[in-house]
């Protein structure tokens, strides 16, 4: 007990220090996306070195094209790079295998985007339990966890409904509770605020400030709002595929 009580004390001295060991730490080595077509070949990113500390909440800006949710994809192990290496808590993506990137990606990563991305023939509920049925958690297990993810976000009276009896701030709340449902370690963010009013982009704002706080996930939000970027600890610029200042 003790010991718990002096390491509770010792943390608290910023973002970063103040993760309880939840958030996953992200390394991009020289990262580099190239599309190619028959003809056109498509630099999205360039070199790309980025250093993300376990339980850090740091934003991405940059003008449409300028390869932001290229990059989220490859950190969040949607997409493969072309060039270089993601580490993600020291461990090199590159080398490892393909069951070993599935497993990360469905345990350990959390996704939410701009259009929300939920299953429009699925309750509620069950769009927040998804997750968890890919990993098999038994179904009493997945229920209560569903319902707990949609409380905490304040919509355990609308597990019933479908998402398009909600409003887009409701949907987005739903696309959270689904994203931290599984307890990931890795929250990945595209515009999640980019459909939304700026009285419902602040809520959704505060309700990734207090999961970064409260379970020490790391954060990687992609945004165009500038008030929303200063909220976080560090902000990347892409420009054209690369990191600018
Ligand atoms: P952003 O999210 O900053 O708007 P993207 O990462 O979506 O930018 O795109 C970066 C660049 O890569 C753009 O030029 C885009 O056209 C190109 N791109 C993205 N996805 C593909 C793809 N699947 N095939 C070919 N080009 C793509
Ligand atoms: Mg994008």
């Known amino acids: 007990m003790m010991t718990g009580v002096a390491e509770v004390d010792r943390v608290g001295t910023g973002p970063a220090e103040r993760s309880n060991g939840r958030g996953m730490s992200v390394r991009l080595e020289g990262v580099e996306k190239v599309y190619r077509t028959d003809r056109i070949e498509t630099v999205a990113l360039s070199d790309i070195h980025l250093e993300v500390a376990r339980g850090e909440f740091v934003s991405i800006m940059g ?126 963010a595209d515009e999640p605020t980019g459909n939304l009013d700026s009285q419902m982009g602040e809520e959704i704002m505060r309700l990734l400030e207090e999961y970064n706080r409260e379970a020490g996930v790391t954060i990687v939000m992609v945004t165009h709002d500038q008030r929303l970027a200063d909220r976080t600890r560090r902000t990347v610029r892409l420009f054209d595929g690369r990191q600018v200042q």
């Open 63 to 188: 003008p449409s094209g300028s390869g932001k949710s290229t990059l989220l994809h490859i950190v969040g192990l949607l997409d493969d790079p072309t060039g270089g290496d993601v580490v993600l808590d020291g461990q090199s993506m590159r080398r490892a295998g393909e069951r070993a990137l599935a497993r990360i990606r469905n345990r350990d990563v959390g996704f939410i985007f701009q259009t929300f991305q939920l299953v429009s023939d699925l309750s509620v509920q069950d769009n927040v339990e998804l997750p968890l049925i890919y990993r098999r958690t038994p179904s009493r297990e997945r229920s209560r966890a569903a319902r707990e993810a949609l409380e905490r976000v304040g919509l355990g009276q609308r597990r019933h409904h479908h998402p398009s009896q909600l409003s887009g701030g409701q949907q987005q709340r739903v696309a959270i509770a689904r994203a931290v449902v599984g307890q990931p370690r890795l929250l990945l």
